[in-house]
């Protein structure tokens, strides 16, 4: 009996074991190249440490200054302002599009034709490279470029539209290229949270003569918030981490009037001048600010998805 | 089969460790020439005066590593490098890296760069035929030369001569030069231009260059501050007038845009630049046929003259700066002798690229000559040019001048556009120069 115990117990352990060492890789891997550089960023942003022409200055200890420096001298809560107001222009209509088309191609009862052709050509856009797409929007529509011709030749416009030098159409045009990119990956994941849930669900709905809103709020929705909210969270963090495509089609500035620069673009200014002490602080807030926002948003949202859960 | 396999395995551990420890033995020292570039310009005169004249010693080969010159990239990428060219073998060793006026001041007094004339080994008589500016510029606090060019880059207005017969009612240079020869004239052939429906420059930056040269004082002062000219501002409220006036095309420098305006169907009078200006960038850019021949037809080439201009300037300018622990010191001086120092070949040069080349006594052999620049329409540009090289004077460079256009120009373009109040474009210049250059004062 004892020996039999025993016999259990040594099995038991050197299969943990065996699992410890399936995963140490990862966690070797991600100490690494995460864990550490996280950890010397934070160091970093508490000293003075840049170079000027073949001259390195620092690093000295300054304490907080770097931060002391970055809310009262940058205006970084403009750049934090731009950032949300690109993120939103381009989630709003993403999410929207991605969850109609979403539906649809997994509708039992439209049955679609021709659904792997859409499903790839809208996944497309996502193939090319963010800084070719840009420099693709950049040309299109700089002031003698193609769409300005186009347009004062069928007689739209007499004068050509100088997109690139307003904020209105900066944004909306970065907005529209983050969309185009970025709609064709959450339809696929929004998708195949959708083909999850169970069909015997709709067809008990469809039976009891639910309509189609009624269907996608009642149950759709509900039981589709865990992906949802992946889908929110990493567009999220991805969009506060906004950086090629505006970095490309303004030329690193952000123009016009900096109204479309990004936090990422701004910490990049201060890596060009190897500026490791304030480009580490900038990401250390940025770190605080995509941390706490995430938490915040799976909070809120989960809380309501766990008392469904219990309740049923 | 795994014997075969065991013994393939242990040939090639065997052959990378062979690899990992003999490469350092086997250095190819001077076997590559490694020369730091931001374009072409330089490759183009290396490859036709040089290599084609079958001065590169059989078995090394050249190796341009060639770096864009925007947002001080250029800069960036050859600091690395030169700060790690102890540790650096074979190809990645620098031997040549060019600088540009903007910044050249950042390497002369630093132990990077190789005094030209006792560690080189180019006598003094062999830069003696260079103007004297060019050489100013390159000397260490110590006065060590630490650095040569090909070219000096006096500038002047670059117009179009069909432009100007529909204007003026002529496109002789002297006549020309005489309408245009103040700020005041020039207004008020801009608002000439304007009515015929041309535009007198191209747009924004165009003649930044003509103020930025004029200005009295460094960009930075002594104690760290960031001074910004009154010449400065005066090209800042010139452009704002000419924008909303819509004497310029709003075009950014280097723009495709701005290049249009040079095109067979431009309508742009006039641009601002020296030598390298002329036949670097405006005439490919003046061709309708990249392909085509450089003749009279081919889109607006040969339908251009030059003259002074309202006010006379200098912009540019490249400097050929041999890399401290060059492993090829021979061949960096037969460069440097080669396409700085030959009269024969920089007189050639100036006949066959236009370019204006940095020996006095070539410049004034070739101003006498028939010379004559097809892109000019035939003009014999050098002339104008003679007086205005000697007496250039860049005694205020600083080693920021690259970012302080850079920044300038972009934060000035808002205020031209009318999305920002003067003061506001100002404020956002300090701002990205601050971000650059964290060690200066507002």
């Given at each position: 009996m004892s020996k039999a115990q025993t016999m259990i117990k040594r099995k038991s352990v050197s299969y943990s074991r065996w699992g410890y060492f399936f995963i140490a890789p990862f966690f070797l891997i991600y100490t690494i190249f995460s864990l550490f550089p996280l950890v010397s960023t934070f160091y970093n942003s508490f000293f003075e440490n840049y170079r000027i022409g073949l001259t390195q200055v620092g690093p000295t200890f300054l304490g907080f200054d770097n931060y002391v420096k970055i809310f009262t001298e940058s205006k970084i809560q403009d750049y934090a302002l731009n950032t949300v107001l690109l993120w939103i222009m381009n989630f709003i209509p993403q999410i929207t599009v991605s969850l109609l088309l979403a539906v649809w191609f997994s509708s039992s009862s439209m049955r679609l034709k021709g659904q792997q052709f859409f499903k790839t050509v809208i996944y497309m856009p996502n193939l090319i490279m963010a800084a070719s797409f840009s420099m693709l929007f950049f040309a299109l529509f700089s002031d003698g470029g193609p769409v300005n011709s186009i347009l004062t030749s069928v007689n739209v416009i007499t004068e050509p539209i100088r997109f690139l030098s307003r904020t209105d159409w900066t944004r909306t045009l970065i907005s529209t290229m983050n969309f185009l990119m970025w709609f064709g990956n959450t339809t696929i994941l929004l998708m195949a949270g959708i083909m999850g849930i169970d069909v015997s669900l709709f067809e008990a709905a469809r039976i009891d003569g639910a309509n189609a809103r009624q269907t996608f709020v009642r149950i759709t929705m509900p039981l589709l918030l865990p992906i949802f909210v992946f889908v929110l969270l990493t567009s999220m963090i991805g969009g506060l981490q906004l950086f090629d495509v505006p970095q490309i089609l303004t030329n690193g500035n952000g123009s016009p009037d900096r109204t479309s620069m990004t936090l990422i673009m701004f910490l990049n200014k201060h890596l060009a001048s190897r500026n490791f002490g304030l480009a580490g602080a900038v990401s250390v807030l940025i770190f605080f600010v995509t941390g706490g926002l995430s938490f915040i948003v799976y909070r809120v949202m989960m809380s309501r998805y766990s008392l469904k859960s219990n309740n049923q | 089969m795994k014997r075969f396999l065991v013994a393939l395995m242990v040939l090639a551990v065997m052959s990378s460790a062979v690899g990992l420890f003999a490469a350092p033995k086997a250095t190819n020292d001077g076997k590559v020439l490694t020369i730091y570039v931001w374009n072409d310009e330089f490759q183009t005169r290396f490859k036709d005066y040089f290599e084609k004249a079958g001065l590169v010693p059989?078995?090394?080969?050249?190796?341009?590593?060639?770096?864009?010159?925007?947002?001080?990239?250029?800069?960036?990428?050859?600091?690395?490098?030169?700060?790690?060219?102890?540790?650096?073998?074979?190809?990645?060793?620098?031997?040549?890296?060019?600088?540009?006026?903007?910044?050249?001041?950042?390497?002369?007094?630093?132990?990077?760069?190789?005094?030209?004339?006792?560690?080189?080994?180019?006598?003094?008589?062999?830069?003696?035929?260079?103007?004297?500016?060019?050489?100013?510029?390159?000397?260490?606090?110590?006065?060590?030369?630490?650095?040569?060019?090909?070219?000096?880059?006096?500038?002047?207005?670059?117009?179009?001569?069909?432009?100007?017969?529909?204007?003026?009612?002529?496109?002789?240079?002297?006549?020309?030069?005489?309408?245009?020869?103040?700020?005041?004239?020039?207004?008020?052939?801009?608002?000439?231009?304007?009515?015929?429906?041309?535009?007198?420059?191209?747009?924004?930056?165009?003649?930044?260059?003509?103020?930025?040269?004029?200005?009295?004082?460094?960009?930075?002062?002594?104690?760290?501050?960031?001074?910004?000219?009154?010449?400065?501002?005066?090209?800042?409220?010139?452009?704002?007038?000419?924008?909303?006036?819509?004497?310029?095309?709003?075009?950014?420098?280097?723009?495709?845009?701005?290049?249009?305006?040079?095109?067979?169907?431009?309508?742009?009078?006039?641009?601002?630049?020296?030598?390298?200006?002329?036949?670097?960038?405006?005439?490919?850019?003046?061709?309708?046929?990249?392909?085509?021949?450089?003749?009279?037809?081919?889109?607006?080439?040969?339908?251009?003259?030059?003259?002074?201009?309202?006010?006379?300037?200098?912009?540019?300018?490249?400097?050929?700066?041999?890399?401290?622990?060059?492993?090829?010191?021979?061949?960096?001086?037969?460069?440097?002798?080669?396409?700085?120092?030959?009269?024969?070949?920089?007189?050639?040069?100036?006949?066959?690229?236009?370019?204006?080349?940095?020996?006095?006594?070539a410049m004034a052999a070739v101003a006498k000559s028939d010379y004559k620049n097809s892109f000019l329409g035939g003009q014999n540009h050098v002339a104008f040019f003679l007086d205005s090289a000697k007496s250039i004077n860049r005694g205020n460079m600083s080693i920021y001048d690259q970012g302080m256009t850079e920044e300038i120009q972009k934060a000035a373009k808002d205020y031209f556009d009318g999305k920002v109040t003067k003061d506001k474009a100002l404020e956002n210049f300090y701002t990205a120069i601050l971000e650059k250059y964290p060690n200066l004062k507002k």
């Open positions: - | 059989a078995g090394v080969t050249v190796n341009f590593v060639v770096t864009p010159n925007q947002n001080n990239a250029y800069q960036d990428k050859l600091d690395e490098a030169l700060l790690a060219q102890d540790k650096a073998t074979g190809a990645d060793k620098i031997d040549i890296f060019l600088v540009e006026a903007d910044y050249a001041l950042k390497y002369v007094n630093t132990p990077s760069t190789l005094d030209v004339i006792k560690d080189v080994g180019l006598g003094s008589k062999d830069v003696s035929q260079m103007y004297k500016y060019t050489k100013d510029i390159m000397t260490d606090s110590k006065g060590v030369l630490k650095g040569v060019s090909w070219q000096a880059c006096p500038g002047g207005l670059i117009y179009r001569r069909s432009i100007a017969k529909a204007i003026l009612g002529t496109d002789d240079p002297a006549k020309v030069q005489a309408a245009l020869s103040s700020w005041d004239k020039f207004d008020a052939i801009a608002a000439k231009a304007k009515a015929k429906g041309y535009f007198m420059v191209s747009g924004y930056d165009d003649d930044y260059r003509v103020f930025s040269d004029n200005a009295k004082s460094a960009w930075v002062d002594k104690a760290g501050k960031i001074v910004i000219d009154p010449s400065i501002m005066k090209w800042i409220d010139q452009t704002k007038t000419y924008t909303d006036k819509g004497y310029n095309n709003k075009a950014s420098l280097w723009s495709a845009e701005s290049w249009q305006g040079a095109g067979k169907d431009g309508k742009v009078f006039s641009y601002f630049g020296p030598g390298w200006f002329i036949d670097f960038c405006l005439a490919p850019n003046s061709k309708a046929d990249q392909k085509g021949p450089n003749e009279v037809g081919n889109g607006s080439y040969g339908d251009w003259a030059f003259c002074k201009g309202p006010q006379g300037f200098s912009w540019g300018g490249t400097w050929l700066c041999a890399a401290a622990g060059t492993d090829n010191v021979d061949l960096v001086k037969a460069v440097m002798k080669k396409l700085t120092c030959d009269t024969e070949t920089l007189t050639t040069i100036a006949k066959e690229k236009g370019d204006f080349t940095n020996n006095a006594a």
